[in-house]
């Protein structure tokens, strides 16, 4: 579960499709502050610890200074990279990497986006005679998600340009045609004013990227109730009244499905009293689907939040590996789980982008019975 | 009785009014240029092709500069159109700046209206200059192309000034005279104006300090505003001392307070503060402290910063605070962001207006007036409500009138953004027409119809 105490829901503000719902932190984390490394246009190629390599286009970097005792940290401020005229390819070791004592560097989105990529990575564990010799050598490898940066999804560059800021603002929840798209909570105001213009460089998922051609959304204009009024002070009660009730409209409906959307926690780094860890979704299909990475204090308190909505598409993927690998990677197993015949679970796989894990003759044979089923 | 087609004409015009107050074409904080442009082109059109009439008589009203011009080019655009308004006309380019006529002249020649009318406004125009010498010298091409554009014949030594200047080798006329001199004379270009001479100065040379500190006694009060800073920065004192800066109209001087770091408007605050004060007691004239008590709530949200090429609207919401605080016995401004300096106002944080607007309405003054562009986000339409509510509820007969002035003219609804129907919005360029914009507004409340707003207009006409 995602702990959003310590920040106040503040109204939103809309422009085209995008709604953006500012948080409020009235107490602001002092003894972690975050930065970011701009990076250039060129491709990124992290090494993680098994010696697989992670490649992806990886605009910038954030790094967190900490203090031991609690003290306030200072932002190292935000640098930008020395701009390259060659194409190259940058690299890094590990996506969270101690820069320095107390500070360290780590890709936003790219933390948890890797986690859902490795996931199942190894392939099958046990050498059922379905799956290719490829797919018991070299596992998922090489296993790609595409994603679609800020800048492509329309308007979202506008609806950040035009966002005003709120005093003490901490985080933002941000919705395309009422789907949540990301959030994105740091521990500090000052960090949140350094970073509010890198969400346009963040990852979106296709399905946002299509909500935004063609959803447009409407202010929730505030209604206040004449018949409850008599005095100024009434009006008072029922104005705050009236704010009281969207944010918790927007706690319990609009952000429910990101609140519980951990499923599986990994931590990844611990950072004096904070952890850096990173989470995946449950793969329910037709609900949301949050991946993303987390930077809690030692009470489980939010200090940093940053999530990525799976599609449909990737969602389904997950679910399959997810389902295979409870399975123990047997296709019986997981085809009388999943409620069909293992034809028809090969050809779903094949659809999902997993027809390589497949020898060729028997996906053939599952494509074959599925054709004669189905008329 | 009015029929439906003159609410809907009443409307029209209003709507009209409000665009060409606040519209520039320039960039919003929400809108671009090219959108500012393309919609006020469109409601230029429309009022001209539908109200033929009353379009030319807005000229009268306190339109901005870019909305006039525009009028102006489709009033003498359009073929065969009425006479009468030729002294309107007159009387509006006289109130403008010489660079705009200029450019507005060189517009009619790229559009080929070269009338009859044309050429006599032009004619008059250049006739009525103080000295057509010294425009010759610091505007050259554009009087040049107007001169040729209007078939004007021009005696004596102009004529060769502008269309051969080698012909002759010495000029009678000092500024020409000085002219001719700067091209080996180091000395002479101080005579020139400002702009002429930095061009002569870099051709010599010269170094800035230098030239600064020679040419300070040329500069005009504008040019002197402009360059205080980066004089200063440079060691040089060109101005502007205090009687410069409370000669300036309320929303430039508010604009050049604006555009000082925070530490030199404390710095200064006293020179400053005096200055607004001064120069809002001058705009309020005679009205001086009789308007009662009054409670403003100022916009001072991110949006008023306006955009990096017309950062207007806190500027106006500053100016309109010192007027109001001239023109009424007992004053209360309310900023948005709760700071309570007015000199040290910035554009940051979200527009909470319904609850600043409670704040005013608590203290039940005769008047509330409210500066904002309109975009009220915290939450979204709660100032509607308020003011419905208020309205309904606690003081149905309406014994504070509330008026909401708007500077930014919103590109997609031809208009400036309203906040609620239930109180009449204006649009606001200079603080000087607060008044008479309250005046206005009546009209948008719908008490009064069409044949008293073309009376309102003939008789504003009549007045100019």
């Known amino acids: ?44 190629l992290v090494s993680l610890p098994d010696k697989s390599h992670y490649v992806a286009f990886v605009p910038h970097a954030f790094v967190a200074s900490w203090t031991g005792d609690g003290t306030p940290a200072a932002a190292y401020g935000t640098q930008l990279g020395d701009p390259r005229r060659q194409v190259g390819i940058r690299l890094h070791r590990r996506m969270a990497r101690r820069a320095d004592k107390n500070r360290l560097r780590f890709l936003p989105l790219h933390l948890a986006l890797e986690g859902f990529l490795a996931l199942h990575f190894g392939g099958p564990e046990i050498a059922w005679e379905e799956w290719s010799h490829r797919a018991i050598t070299r596992g998922l490898s090489p296993r790609a998600e595409e994603a679609y940066t800020g800048a492509e999804i329309r308007g979202l560059d506008d609806a950040l340009r035009v966002f005003e800021i709120y005093p003490g603002q901490c985080g933002l929840l941000l919705y395309v045609a009422d789907a949540l798209a990301s959030a994105f909570v740091v521990p500090h105001p000052e960090d949140y004013r350094a970073l509010h213009p890198t969400l346009v460089r963040d990852l979106y998922g296709e399905l946002i990227w299509e909500y935004a051609l063609f959803h447009p959304v ?82 489980g308190r939010l200090a940093y939040l940053k999530t990525f909505r799976l599609s449909e598409a990737q969602t389904r993927r997950g679910y ?46 599952y494509r074959k019975a599925a054709r004669r089923t189905q008329p | 009785m009015d029929t439906y087609a003159d609410l809907v004409a009443c409307e029209d015009v209003l709507l009209f009014v409000n665009a060409a107050i606040t519209g520039t074409g320039q960039r919003e904080f929400h809108g671009t240029g090219h959108e500012q442009r393309f919609s006020l082109d469109f409601l230029h059109r429309y009022v001209h092709g539908n109200y033929p009439d009353i379009y030319p008589a807005i000229l009268a009203l306190d339109i901005n500069d870019h909305n006039a011009a525009l009028i102006i080019r489709n009033v003498l655009r359009a073929p065969g159109a009425g006479s009468g308004d030729g002294r309107l006309i007159a009387w509006r380019l006289g109130r403008m700046s010489p660079p705009r006529v200029y450019r507005l002249f060189g517009e009619l020649r790229r559009d080929g209206v070269n009338n009859r009318r044309t050429r006599a406004i032009m004619r008059d125009w250049l006739a009525g200059r103080r000295d057509l010498a010294f425009d010759a010298v610091k505007y050259r091409s554009a009087v040049k192309a107007a001169v040729r554009h209007a078939h004007l014949p021009l005696e004596g030594e102009l004529g060769d000034f502008l269309f ?141 910063f306006g955009s990096p090429v017309k950062r207007r609207p806190l500027a106006v919401a500053l100016a309109c605070h010192y ?116 005046e206005l507004a009546t009209f948008a409340e719908g008490r009064t119809g069409l044949g008293e707003l073309r009376a309102y207009l003939a008789d504003r006409v009549a007045q100019r």
């Open chain 1, 1 to 44: 579960m995602i702990d959003l105490t310590g920040l106040e829901t503040r109204p939103a503000q809309t422009w085209g499709a995008v709604r953006l719902v500012p948080l409020v932190r009235p107490e602001p984390i002092t003894d972690l502050r975050l930065d970011a490394k701009v990076y250039g246009d060129e491709l990124s």
């Open chain 1, 218 to 299: 409407r202010d929730f204009p505030a209604v206040l109730d004449e018949s409850r009024v008599s005095s100024i002070a009434g009006l008072r009660a029922e104005a705050v009244r009236q704010e009281r009730e969207w944010a918790g409209f927007h706690d319990s409906v609009m952000a429910a499905g990101l609140l519980g959307a951990p499923d599986r926690v990994e931590e990844v780094y611990r950072l004096g009293r904070f952890r850096l860890s990173r989470f995946l979704p449950s793969f329910e299909r037709r609900a949301e689907n949050h991946i993303g990475e987390t930077i809690t204090d030692e009470d």
């Open chain 1, 320 to 365: 399959l590996l997810r389902t295979l690998a409870a399975h123990d990677w047997s296709m019986a197993g997981a085809a009388a789980a999943l409620g069909c015949t293992e034809a028809a679970l090969g050809v779903r796989l094949a659809v999902a982008g997993f027809g390589y894990l497949l020898r060729q003759d028997v996906l053939d044979g």
């Open chain 2, 164 to 304: 051969a200047p080698r012909s002759r080798t010495r000029f009678e006329t000092p500024v020409l005279e000085a002219w001719r001199r700067a091209h080996y004379d180091k000395t002479a270009l101080y005579e020139l104006p400002y702009t002429v001479a930095e061009g002569f100065a870099a051709r010599h040379g010269i170094d800035r300090k230098t030239f600064l500190e020679r040419i300070a006694p040329r500069l005009t009060r504008l040019e002197r505003l402009r360059l205080a800073e980066s004089g200063r920065a440079g060691g040089v004192r060109t101005g502007p001392d205090l009687a410069d800066l409370a000669a300036m109209p309320l929303v430039r001087l508010a604009s050049y307070v604006l555009a000082l770091p925070a530490a030199t408007r404390e710095e200064r605050r006293g020179e400053l503060t005096g200055a607004l004060r001064r120069s809002a007691a001058r705009a309020a004239g005679a009205r001086a402290g009789t308007w009662g008590s009054v409670a403003a709530v100022l916009d001072d949200s991110f949006s008023s």
């Open chain 2, 323 to 438: 007027l109001l605080e001239a023109l009424a016995g007992d004053y209360t401004g309310l900023w948005l962001s709760r700071r309570t300096d007015p000199l040290k106002v910035r554009p940051s944080g979200p527009t909470p207006l319904g609850q600043r607007i409670i704040d005013a309405l608590e203290r039940r003054p005769d008047r509330l007036v409210i500066v904002s562009d309109g975009w009220d986000n915290a939450p979204p339409g709660l100032a509607a409500e308020v003011l419905r509510v208020w309205r309904r509820r606690l003081d149905p007969a309406g014994e504070v009138g509330v008026v909401h002035l708007n500077p930014v003219y919103d590109a997609d609804e031809f208009d400036v953004r309203r906040l609620s129907p239930m109180v009449p919005t204006a649009g606001i360029r200079d603080a000087e027409d607060l008044p008479a914009l309250v």
